[in-house]
């Protein structure tokens, strides 16, 4: 369910109308409904109110800060994967004890920060991390609680540059190998071995590979009890899929109804790290058409967002919904909806049926909450869109559109080049 319906011809996001915001703060514009976000929340942690839980929220997915402290506020804790993001998780107010760290690449520097912080834990990634962060605990004076991530070999049957629990992919640790590493973590002096945990991929729309991954990890939890080694905390990942355009993925009550039914009998306190099904139906990116134009193949819509405010069609091939945000009684026609960047690859969708459009047209891009914003850059100059979110009849700016200035904030001219 989200906020973002026609009213008479003209998209609302809960009861604001799109064009209003658009003539406002002008496109192009990433756009949340505080209600969809607060719904998506809270139906996906509900679901799992029987056993002891947290719902750590995917920071990657979408990092704004008034998104972080909307979830804080409703009792969620925070996944993250760089020292940037603890900041802002902080920032926004999440309690440290509710944030999990993932990634394989922690430096020194964030594992201290980390540690400082009071994080709850780390999801280990390799034996080399292991040592460095009992070394920048001893220096520190702490104990760092960890869980090791487990690669469990499992297919997550999504797009290959998503799926994260394969032999062949960069993450976590080889299971084959994941006793010996969970034993040399409890000999060291200053790890606290609490936890395990997995994250497969993202996009998913079966079950099945959660429950075989899940079953690996329950088969090694009992493993290391005999080894004295007791795991408190079972981390899931995040991974659960949404609706694009036809995929058909299981609502979270159907997902987690499987996951209490293994977990039960564990013990456990279970994490969750939640992205994409969050947020992403609860967000859109809405545009502006500037020129339309026919070539002898095809007809080109070009709009004022591209591949630098959203990637996700370029760089996985992603489907968006794109439709007006003012419904005309219109002929459709077969277009591409391209965006300004010196590149082929820039599309926002490729032989796409919409309703005729005019320059000066609004387009709401669909499903855009997660991966969107977060992955904007500044490629070709290009400033970084504005945020907005609304709840019931207003909305809020939550993070400006870049100016000029902001682009080159940071740059220096060296000294021998000026005279
Ligand atoms: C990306 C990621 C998530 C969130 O994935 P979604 O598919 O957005 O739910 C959770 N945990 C880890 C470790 C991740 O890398």
């Known amino acids: ?35 969809t976000l607060k719904h998506h929340f809270e139906v996906f942690d509900r679901a799992f109110k029987k056993i002891p839980h947290i719902t750590c929220f995917s920071v990657k997915s979408n990092s704004n800060i008034a ?12 996944d993250i994967v760089s020292g940037g993001e603890l900041f802002r998780a902080i920032r926004a107010g999440v309690p440290p004890d509710k944030i999990v760290y993932s990634g394989v690449g922690k430096t020194r520097e964030e594992i201290s920060y980390a540690l400082e912080s009071g994080i709850l834990l780390f999801n280990v990634e390799s034996l080399e991390e ?28 999504t797009h290959p540059y998503i799926s994260t629990g394969l032999e062949k992919n960069k993450f976590g640790l080889d299971v084959k190998i994941s006793v010996e590493a969970y034993k040399k973590a409890q000999a060291m002096d200053n790890i606290s071995v609490v936890g395990i945990d997995c994250h497969i991929g993202s996009q998913l729309t079966e079950l099945s590979p959660f429950v075989d991954a899940l079953s690996r990890l329950k088969a090694l ?72 134009k026919k070539t002898s193949k095809k007809k080109f819509l070009i709009v004022d967002a591209g591949m630098n405010d959203l990637v996700r069609p ?35 969708a490729q032989d796409r049926e919409l309703p005729r459009c005019e320059s000066g047209d609004y387009l709401a891009v669909m499903s855009a909450g997660a991966y969107g914003f977060v992955m904007a850059s500044n490629y070709n100059s290009r400033l970084r869109p504005a945020e907005v979110m609304v709840k019931e009849n207003e909305f809020y700016v939550i993070r400006e559109r870049e100016t000029y200035e902001d682009l080159i904030a940071k740059e220096k001219i060296p000294g021998f080049l000026e005279d």
């Not at 009861?15 to 756009?31: C, D, H, K, M, S």
């Not at 456990?268 to 139906?281: D, H, K």
Request: net charge negative.
């Open 1 to 35: 369910m989200h906020h973002f319906e026609y009213k008479g011809k003209v998209l609302h996001a809960e009861n604001v109308p799109v064009t209003e915001i658009a003539e406002t703060i002008g496109t192009p514009f990433y756009l949340y409904s505080h209600a």
């Open 67 to 78: 998104i972080l402290r909307l979830f804080g506020k409703l009792g969620g804790g925070a």
């Open 221 to 292: 939890i009992d493993e290391l009890k005999t080894y004295g080694i007791l795991i408190k905390y079972l981390d899931l990942g995040g991974g659960l899929g949404i609706t694009y355009n036809d995929e058909k993925p299981p609502h979270p009550i159907q997902y987690a109804e499987e996951i209490i039914k293994t977990v039960l009998d564990l013990g456990c306190t279970l994490i969750l790290e939640p992205g994409r099904v969050i947020v992403g139906n609860a967000g859109i990116l809405v545009t502006r058409v500037l020129y339309s």
């Open 314 to 348: 370029s760089l996985y091939g992603s489907y968006h919904h794109i439709q007006p945000v003012v419904e005309e009684n219109r002929e459709r026609e077969t277009v591409d909806v391209v965006g300004p960047i010196c590149e082929s690859g820039d599309f926002l």
């Open 130 to 157: 292991l040592d460095a962060i009992d070394e920048c605990a001893g220096k520190l004076g702490k104990k760092a609680r960890i869980a090791l991530r487990v690669n469990p070999d499992v297919d997550p049957k």
